[in-house]
C-alpha cells in the first residue's frame, strides 16, 4: 500500500477536510487492496447491478452501500415494502429471496444479483388477492396497512415450508414483523382459516 | 349498521398498492434529511451549510434556524439537506459544520424541580404553576375515616412509534404548493404550512388517503414540513423528507410521565371519603402546561372516575431537556387510571372488600356499573378472584381490573354526495382515516341511507379541497363524519326524488330512479348536527397474569372488556380497535419506556431493539363484549379502550404476588425487588395502610 489509512487518522481527516478529499482517499484505499481472491473491489462511486424483481429483470446503477430495500422503492417504484426502522427489528421490508423471507433493508443490492426476489407487488392485486391476502381482509387483520405488506410476505413463506401451520408456527412465523395497531389477533385467526382451508 | 362490514381499502392495503405519503415520487423528487443536535442543551454560534452543498447529488441545504439560537433537547432540528439519494443526504448531513456552545442541561423529573437545577428556559422556572383543586373538607375528612391507604405511583415517558415515520412530500410550484402529508388532520397541515410561508390557504392543497398510524401525534405540517417546503423552493423540485426511527424518539412527541403520591380513605361500608393527590410529570422542555403538538401538559383527570366528597388535587408540569409531549391516545388517562386503580385496590385489601364491589359502590356511571357486572360474569371474577391467593408454584396467577371514562363525540363536519345516473355514488369528505375504518364507515352510512350495499358507494377522503372536517382525534371522526355523511344523503335523497319522480328511490328503485337523471347528477351536500352523535363512554376490562416469581416476567394471559361507544357502525372494525388499545395498554403496562440519560442528555432507546413494541408472542387471550347503545347516537371508540388495560395488569400482577406495583412499565426487575430478590428498596415510596 502506498498509504497506511488508520480508522483514526480517516476520521480525523474526514472531520476537516471536504467530503471530496475523502472521498479520494478512499478510493485510493480500496483500489490498493489485494484480497485474497483477486476480485476487484466495488464503489464507492456508482455501479451497475441487474436484479431479479418479480419475475422481470431490472438494471440499476447505485453505489454499493445501497440496501435491496432503497433499489426496491426508490428507484424500482416498489412501494409496498416499506421502511419502519432500517435496522431489521420491524419487518415491515419483508421480501423473498428465493422463497426466503429477509429484511430488504439488511441486504446490499449488490449482493442481491442472481436471486430471485419476490415482493409483494409480485403477489397478487387488488382484484386477485392470493388466499392469505383474502382471509386478512375478511378477517379484518389490518388497520393503517404499513406492516401489512410485511407480514403477507411471512406467511406467505410459512404456507410455502408448512401448509398446514399450528398457532404457535404461526406466531413464530410473524415475531419478526411489529404492528403498533394491534392487529395480531386477527392475524392468527385469519393465517388459521387458511391453514384449516388447506393448500388451494 | 352494528354490523360486520369488510374494510374498503382492504385488498389495496393487503396487496401493497397503497400509496402512503411516505410512498409519492413526483417527477424529479429529492430525498431529505434532517441534522439534529446532538446535545440536550446548547447555543448554536454558527451553522456551515458548504461543504454539504458540495456533496454530489446535494441540491438544497438550509438552516431550522438563524443563528445564534438555543436548542434545547437532544434531537432539535439543525438543519436540512434535500438530494438525489439517501447515501448523498447521510455525507451531507456529516458534513456540516456546527459551532456550538454546550449548556447545562436537566433530564429527570424530580431533579428539574429542585432550584438548583439547570433552567430548560433562562428565564422560567422549570415547574409550571401547580394546577390545585379541592372540594369538601379533606383534612376531617382523613381524621374521621375508617380506613386510610396511600402509596406513590409512576409511569413512564410512552412514545407513539407510528410505524410510518413523520414526513411530507412537497411539490411547491409559484402557484401552490401540494404536500402528501403523513397526518391526522390534512386541514392543521395546511393552516400550518400556508402560515408558515406566508400562502394563501386555497394555494396550499393538503393529501393524505393513507396514512401509516398517528396515535395523537400527527398534527400540523412540524418542523419538517416547513423544511421540506424551504428545500423543495431552493432546489426547485419535489422533496419527500420521512423522518428516520431514530427522530422519532427525540422530537415528535410523547405521552407525559407521572409522580403521583396518593392518599385516600373510606368508611367502613366502602364508601370513600377522601382523596389526596400531589402529582408532577414531565411533557418535555414545554414548561407551564403547553406543549409543541397539543395535548396539554402532564396534568390528568384526578380524582379518576370514582364519586369522592373531599378532595385535594395539586398537579405540576416540570419541563425537561427533552423533547415535547405530544397527545398520545387518550391523554392523561392511562396514567389516572393506574394510580387511581391501584390505590383503589390497596383500599379494597384494607377493607377486606371485593374490589369489584368497591368499586360499583363508588362509581357514578350507570353503565360502568353494569359493565362492571357483565365482565365479572364473562371473567369468572368471583371464582379467579379468591383462588389465586394460593397459587402453588413458582408462577403465580392474578387477576385485576380497571374502569374507563372518556367523551368523544362529534363536532363540525361536511360532506359531499354525489348520484350518477349510472346508479354510481360518490361520497367525499375531507376528513383522516388512519387505520380507523373512516372510509368503509362513510360507505355504510350511505348505504344505509339508500338502500345499498357499501360496496356500491365510492368514499373519497383525505384531500383539502373536499368538504372541510375536523383532526381525526379524541375519538370523534365516526361521530362528526357519521352524521355530516347521513345528512348529505338525506339531501341527496330528496333532489333524487323530485328528480325522479320516484317518492322512495333507494333500494330496489335505485336504478330506475337514476336513470331519470339522464344527464345531470344529483350534488347534495351535508354537515354534522346536533342529535346523531353524543359524548361520553365508559368502559371496563379485567385482566389474569401470571408472575413468574423466579425471573419476574409477567405474561398476560387473558383480557376481558366491555365497551360502549353509542352506536356501533361497523362491529368489526370497532373491535379491531378495541383488540389495538388492549395491546398498546400492554406496552405501557410491561414494556415500554423512553429512557433518557442523566450524563449525556441523549435518549438511550431510539430504535425498536432497546424500546420494546408489544409482539405477536405478548398478545393474550382476547374477549371482547361491545355494547350496541343506538339510541345514544354515535359517540366513539378509539381512546377508551386503551385507558384501564395498564391498570388491569398492574392489579393483576399485585394480586399475583401480594405485593402493589407501582411503576410502570412492570419490569422483571421490579418484580424481583418487591419480592425482596434484590437489594434495596426499587419501588421507592412505600404503600402502606393506617
Not at chain 2, 75 to 86: D, F, I, R, T
Request: charged share 20%; aromatic share 6%; glycine share 12%.
Amino acid at each position: 500500500m502506498d498509504e497506511q489509512i488508520s480508522r483514526r487518522s480517516f476520521f480525523r481527516n474526514v472531520s476537516s477536510a471536504a467530503i471530496a478529499g475523502a472521498l479520494a482517499k478512499v478510493t485510493a484505499a480500496a483500489q490498493s487492496v489485494d484480497s485474497l481472491d483477486g476480485q476487484k473491489p466495488l464503489g464507492p462511486e456508482p455501479i451497475k447491478l441487474v436484479l431479479q424483481v418479480n419475475g422481470s429483470r431490472h438494471e440499476v446503477e447505485v453505489e454499493p452501500r445501497v440496501t435491496l430495500l432503497d433499489v426496491l422503492r426508490n428507484r424500482l417504484r416498489l412501494t409496498g415494502a416499506k421502511e419502519v426502522c432500517d435496522r431489521a427489528t420491524c419487518g415491515a421490508c419483508t421480501v423473498l429471496v428465493n422463497g426466503q423471507p429477509v429484511y430488504s433493508c439488511m441486504k446490499l443490492a449488490v449482493e442481491m444479483q442472481a436471486h430471485e426476489i419476490t415482493t409483494i407487488e409480485g403477489l397478487g392485486s387488488p382484484t386477485n388477492l392470493t388466499p392469505i391476502q383474502r382471509a386478512l381482509v375478511d378477517c379484518d387483520a389490518l388497520m393503517c396497512g404499513y406492516c401489512t405488506p410485511g407480514f403477507v410476505m411471512s406467511l406467505t413463506a410459512l404456507f410455502s415450508a408448512k401448509p398446514k401451520p399450528t398457532l404457535e408456527e404461526i406466531k413464530k412465523a410473524c415475531s419478526g414483523n411489529l404492528c403498533r395497531c394491534g392487529t395480531y389477533p386477527r392475524i392468527f385467526e385469519a393465517t388459521q382459516r387458511v391453514a384449516e382451508a388447506g393448500p388451494s | 349498521m352494528g354490523k360486520d362490514h369488510l374494510r374498503y381499502d382492504g385488498p389495496i392495503k393487503v396487496s401493497g398498492s397503497a400509496k402512503y405519503a411516505s410512498d409519492v415520487q413526483p417527477d424529479g423528487w429529492l430525498y431529505g434529511m434532517i441534522l439534529r443536535s446532538p446535545w440536550p442543551a446548547a447555543r448554536i454560534r454558527g451553522i456551515d451549510l458548504r461543504p454539504a452543498l458540495s456533496v454530489p447529488g446535494i441540491r438544497a441545504a438550509v438552516t431550522a434556524n438563524d443563528p445564534p439560537f438555543t436548542v434545547r433537547y437532544c434531537g432539535e432540528e439543525l438543519a436540512a439537506v434535500a438530494g438525489l439519494s439517501k447515501q448523498a443526504c447521510l455525507d451531507a448531513l456529516r458534513a456540516i459544520k456546527v459551532d456550538a456552545d454546550l449548556l447545562p442541561f436537566v433530564v429527570k423529573e424530580e431533579a428539574a424541580l429542585r432550584d438548583t437545577s439547570p433552567r430548560v428556559f433562562e428565564n422560567l422556572p422549570n415547574a409550571g404553576q401547580p394546577r390545585e383543586m379541592q372540594t369538601g373538607d379533606v383534612d376531617g375528612a382523613f381524621g374521621i375515616s375508617y380506613k386510610t391507604v396511600q402509596g406513590f405511583f409512576q409511569t413512564q415517558v410512552q412514545l407513539h412509534q407510528c410505524l410510518e415515520t413523520h414526513g411530507n412530500t412537497i411539490q411547491v410550484t409559484p402557484e401552490e404548493i401540494t404536500c402528501w402529508a403523513s397526518t391526522q388532520g390534512i386541514f392543521s397541515v395546511r393552516d400550518s404550512l400556508a402560515d408558515s410561508i406566508g400562502m394563501p390557504m386555497d394555494k396550499v392543497h393538503v393529501i393524505s388517503e393513507f396514512m401509516g398510524g398517528g396515535f395523537g401525534s400527527k398534527y400540523g405540517a412540524g418542523v419538517e414540513g416547513g423544511l421540506a417546503v424551504r428545500l423543495s423552493k431552493e432546489a426547485r423540485l419535489p422533496v419527500r423528507l420521512m423522518l428516520t426511527r431514530f427522530d422519532e424518539a427525540l422530537a415528535v412527541g410523547n405521552r407525559p410521565s407521572s409522580f403521583q403520591k396518593v392518599r385516600l380513605s373510606a368508611s367502613k361500608d366502602g364508601t370513600l371519603v377522601a382523596y389526596e393527590l400531589e402529582a408532577f410529570g414531565t411533557a418535555g422542555y414545554a414548561s407551564g402546561g403547553t406543549t409543541a403538538g397539543g395535548g396539554g401538559g402532564a396534568g390528568f383527570p384526578a380524582p379518576y372516575i370514582y364519586q369522592i366528597p373531599s378532595t385535594r388535587v395539586r398537579q405540576t408540569t416540570v419541563a425537561i431537556n427533552a423533547g415535547s409531549a405530544r397527545a398520545m391516545r387518550a391523554p392523561g388517562h392511562p396514567q389516572a387510571s393506574f394510580g387511581m386503580e391501584s390505590i383503589l385496590d390497596e383500599m379494597a385489601l384494607a377493607l377486606g372488600m371485593d374490589p369489584v364491589e368497591l368499586r360499583i359502590k363508588n362509581d357514578p356511571s350507570e353503565i360502568r356499573r353494569q359493565q362492571y357486572k357483565i365482565a365479572a360474569e364473562r371473567f369468572g371474577w368471583n371464582a379467579r378472584y379468591r383462588s389465586v391467593a394460593s397459587s402453588e408454584g413458582p408462577v403465580k396467577s392474578g387477576v385485576g381490573c380497571a374502569g374507563a371514562t372518556w367523551g368523544g363525540g362529534g363536532r363540525d363536519s361536511e360532506a359531499e354526495v354525489r348520484i350518477n345516473p349510472d346508479g354510481s355514488v360518490e361520497v367525499r369528505c375531507g376528513t383522516q382515516d388512519l387505520g380507523t375504518g373512516t372510509k368503509t364507515l362513510i360507505a355504510i352510512v350511505a348505504a344505509e341511507v339508500f338502500g345499498l350495499e357499501p360496496v356500491a358507494i365510492s368514499a373519497s377522503i383525505g384531500d383539502t379541497t373536499f368538504p372541510p372536517s375536523g383532526g381525526s382525534g379524541g375519538s370523534t371522526t365516526a361521530a362528526s363524519v357519521a352524521p355530516a355523511v347521513f345528512d348529505a344523503c338525506q339531501n341527496a335523497l330528496a333532489d333524487l326524488r323530485s328528480a325522479s319522480g320516484i317518492s322512495d328511490p333507494t333500494g330496489l328503485n335505485w336504478r330506475t330512479a337514476t336513470a331519470r337523471l339522464r344527464i345531470n347528477p344529483v350534488v347534495a351536500r351535508g354537515r354534522w348536527k346536533e342529535g346523531l352523535s353524543s359524548r361520553g363512554v365508559g368502559g371496563v376490562q379485567m385482566a389474569e397474569v401470571e408472575v413468574d416469581t423466579e425471573t419476574g416476567f409477567v405474561r398476560v394471559k387473558r383480557i376481558v372488556c366491555v365497551q360502549d361507544c353509542g352506536l356501533v357502525i361497523n362491529r368489526l372494525a370497532s373491535i379491531s380497535q378495541i383488540n389495538g388499545g388492549i395491546i398498546l395498554g400492554i406496552g405501557f403496562a410491561l414494556y415500554e419506556e423512553r429512557i433518557l440519560d442523566d450524563q449525556t442528555g441523549v435518549v438511550l432507546n431510539p430504535n425498536f431493539e432497546t424500546y420494546k413494541l408489544p409482539g405477536a408472542a405478548d398478545v393474550p387471550e382476547i374477549d371482547v363484549i361491545l355494547q350496541d347503545m343506538p339510541e345514544r347516537g354515535v359517540i366513539g371508540i378509539g381512546e377508551p379502550v386503551t385507558i384501564p388495560t395498564a391498570a388491569a395488569i398492574a392489579n393483576a400482577v399485585s394480586n399475583a404476588i401480594g405485593k402493589r406495583v407501582t411503576r410502570l412499565p412492570i419490569t422483571p426487575p421490579q418484580i424481583l425487588g418487591l419480592l425482596g430478590k434484590l437489594p434495596g428498596n426499587p419501588s421507592g415510596y412505600k404503600s402502606g395502610t393506617s
